[in-house]
């Protein structure tokens, strides 16, 4: 199970952190975030191996947002700022054992259900 947390209302510049609360059998799973806008696709938004040790990123977030994760605690955060409209999206949090390109939504198997971000003036 993943559960995400954190999405609200916000404005150009403002600064949010997301929440993902994985269930224990994700420990050893890399963990990610996709995101979708209205009447778009699914976008890759960031991602963090198991131990930690690599994080990947989409090339609209790069240098704005920062992926983590709290192996003791089972939780990945995605740390955004500088926010603009264009990151208005549902967020979804995703987990796969080995997902072979990371930047592919079909190399995830499991996802949240999404929490919704807007950034509006």
């Known amino acids: 199970q993943l559960v995400e947390s954190g999405g609200g209302l916000v404005q150009p510049g403002d600064s949010l952190t997301l929440s993902c609360a994985a269930s224990t059998r994700f420990s050893d799973y890399a963990l990610g975030w996709f995101r979708q806008a209205p009447g778009k696709e699914r976008e890759f938004v960031a991602a963090?191996?198991?131990?930690?040790?690599?994080?990947y990123y989409g090339d609209s977030v790069r240098d704005r947002f920062t992926i983590s994760r709290d192996i003791a605690k089972n939780t990945v955060a995605l740390e955004m700022d500088r926010l603009k409209y264009d990151d208005t999206a549902v967020y979804y949090c995703?987990?796969?054992?080995?997902?072979?390109?990371?930047?592919?939504?079909?190399?995830?198997?499991?996802w949240g259900q999404g929490t919704l971000v807007t950034v509006s003036s």
């Open positions: 963090i191996t198991y131990t930690g040790a690599g994080s």
């Open positions: 995703t987990a796969d054992l080995d997902p072979f390109d990371p930047y592919r939504e079909s190399a995830w198997r499991y």
